[in-house]
Structure formats: C-alpha cells, structure tokens
C-alpha cells in the first residue's frame, strides 16, 4: 500500500471514529457503551447541516422550515414565486420592530441581557428595527472565524437551549429560529 494511500486511510478513519461518537461524548463513554450526559460545551459550535444554513444566510437566502414536517425552504430575497414565498418576500420590504423581535427572543428563552445582546448585533444600523438583511447578516456570523464572538456564541446559545441544549446546533434549532423570525415579519406585514 502506498504512503498516501495509507495516509488517507488513517485520516478516513480518524474521521469516522470522531463522528461516530456523537459531539460531547468523550472518547471514555464512547468505550463503555454508557450513556452519559454531555458536559455542557463552553463554545458552541453548528452543525455540518446547520452550517450550510448560516453559509446560505450569508448568500442572502432565508431558510424556514415549511408546513410539511421537518421540511426546509429556502427564500432569495424578493422572491415570490409562489403563496408559501409570499410571507417571506413581504418580509424583505419589511423591517421587524425591536420590540416585536424581542418578543421573539422571549419565546427562545432568552433574558433581559441576552435580548438586550442580541437585539443591537441584529440591529446593524441601529434604526431601532431588523430588516431581513440584518437578520441574515447576523445568522452568517456563526460560521467560520466569527463563530467565536460573544455576538455569535450567544445566538447559537438561543438556538440550541430552544431545542436539545446539547452543545452543537443542528439544523432543526437553525431553522426554527429563521422560521420564527419570518412568521414575525410576516405578521407585521398582515401576510400570515
């Protein structure tokens, strides 16, 4: 077998051994077969699916979970080819209150601080409103080299207490979070 082969290989498996633990479990119970708690995680990290959300959020394009279960669309701005698009293209003309944004925060779990964090990192312009653009912005900083700020850690921490609170991001609690914040918009603009 040649060197780079063999290389591969090891990689390959070193590779499948860390995924196939599971995020948060440590190397020791992956061994015993014992289901021990995750340790909660001091960063957050998103997962592979959850990340190609935010990667999408940074192309400009909302993802929301649809009527069907578990089912995901994704809406460019302006878009509104169809009636399920109709709510999210009124989205993008208009910006969601701080007040009705906070609101949302509430539902998610999160405190005064947290609201209060999270609604000037949303608020780019600071006009006292979030408009899709700055939601999608604020999104597209949990992935790569901005996933560690205090602003990013602390959206993905909403996202993750709201579902499973298990260190990682999946794209479930990504969504869920897009979702409400367009169902926000959308009832502002009377299209829900």
Do not use: C, W
């Not at 290989?9 to 992956?30: D, E, H, M, Q, Y």
């Amino acid at each position: 077998m040649s060197p780079l082969i063999s290389g591969l290989a090891s990689v390959a498996s070193l590779i499948f051994n860390a995924t196939a633990g599971g995020p948060g479990k440590s190397t020791a119970s992956r061994r015993s077969g014992a289901d021990v708690e995750p340790e909660p995680s001091a960063v957050l990290t998103l997962s592979p699916q959850a990340e190609a959300l935010a990667g999408f959020a940074g192309k400009g394009i909302l993802v929301s979970q649809g009527k069907l279960e578990n089912a995901l669309g994704a809406v460019a701005r302006g878009s509104a080819s169809s009636a399920a698009n109709a709510a999210s293209a009124a989205l993008s003309g208009r910006p969601v209150s701080t007040q009705d944004f906070q609101e949302l925060l509430t539902r998610f779990g999160a405190d005064d601080a947290q609201k209060a964090q999270l609604t000037a990192g949303f608020d780019a312009n600071k006009d006292g409103s979030i408009t899709q653009d700055e939601f999608l912005k604020g999104l597209a900083k949990t992935k790569g080299v901005q996933a560690g700020s205090d602003f990013s850690q602390a959206v993905m921490q909403l996202m993750d207490r709201s579902g499973n609170a298990d260190g990682s991001v999946a794209y479930k609690e990504f969504a869920a979070f897009s979702t409400a914040f367009a169902a926000t918009g959308a009832k502002r603009a009377g299209v829900a």
